[in-house]
């Protein structure tokens, strides 16, 4: 069964910050990765999806590195804004169906004006 | 596109009556997944769909919940009749194949 690991919980940081969050999964043999941002009381936004092939994707301030034979996956927040405060979620896909994803319980950051 | 869209976004019912949550996919996704959400058990997967026809429900908690799409463009997801562990944020979800999977703004259920 594919269980997804998300460390730390809570993090809070000064602005302007480098941040490194981190989820590891059990199962290697996936096909890709997800983040996700949630704010409070709404629904989750994808943030960057890296494929099995990729070690790396990057979106603006944000870079997400994939390590399957470690199963394990990083989200660097480079020049934190409180903007960025928000839950963090990785989700990767199930063992019986690569459709299906599979969601840590995420990291609550809170950047500090 | 407007995303995916549901509706209610909030619905507070008594216990034993009938709640009906409705979602509209993003365009072209011939994916389509309800998920729930609690403090306690975080982010699940109740039943997602392929083309419209249900792939796996294994997820879905009890026969109280039964889920339906009729067409490419709209689901629903029903309780019936709700109790108050029934209380959570439910969210439809879209994709395209293996792509990015994309997600409402989710209906709150309250259930007293």
């Known amino acids: 069964k594919q269980e997804v690991t998300q460390i730390p919980a809570a993090l809070s940081v000064p602005e302007g910050e480098n941040l490194v969050l981190n989820c590891s999964f059990t199962?290697?043999?996936?096909?890709?990765l997800q983040w996700f941002r949630q704010d409070p009381g709404k629904g989750l936004t994808s943030l960057l999806l890296?494929?099995?092939?990729?070690r790396e994707q990057t979106s603006g301030r944000l870079n997400a590195s994939l390590d399957k034979s470690s199963g394990r996956s990083t989200l660097y927040i480079a020049a934190s804004q409180p903007g960025d405060s928000a839950t963090y979620l990785c989700?990767?896909?199930?063992?019986?169906?690569?459709?299906?994803?599979?969601f840590g319980s995420g990291t609550r950051l809170l950047v500090r004006p | 596109d407007a995303g995916v869209i549901q509706s209610p976004r909030h619905e507070v019912t008594e216990m034993g009556q009938e709640v009906t949550l409705r979602c509209k996919p993003i365009?072209?996704?011939?994916?389509l997944f309800w998920y729930r959400q609690t403090m306690m058990r975080g982010l699940e997967l109740l039943i997602y769909?392929?083309?419209?026809?249900?792939?796996?429900d294994s997820g879905m908690p009890e026969d109280r919940f039964s889920a339906k799409m009729p067409n490419a463009s709209f689901s629903t997801l029903k309780i019936q009749p709700s109790e108050p562990r029934d209380s959570a944020v439910y969210f439809c979800?879209?994709?395209?194949?293996?792509?990015?999977?994309?997600f409402g703004e989710g209906s709150r259920l309250t259930v007293l």
């Open positions: 890296i494929q099995s092939s990729q």
């Open positions: 989700a990767v896909p199930s063992m019986d169906s690569s459709y299906k994803l599979i």
């Open positions: 979800a879209s994709r395209q194949g293996l792509g990015e999977l994309f």
């Open positions: 199962d290697s043999a996936i096909y890709n």
């Open positions: 365009s072209g996704h011939d994916y």
């Open positions: 769909f392929n083309n419209n026809v249900p792939i796996d």
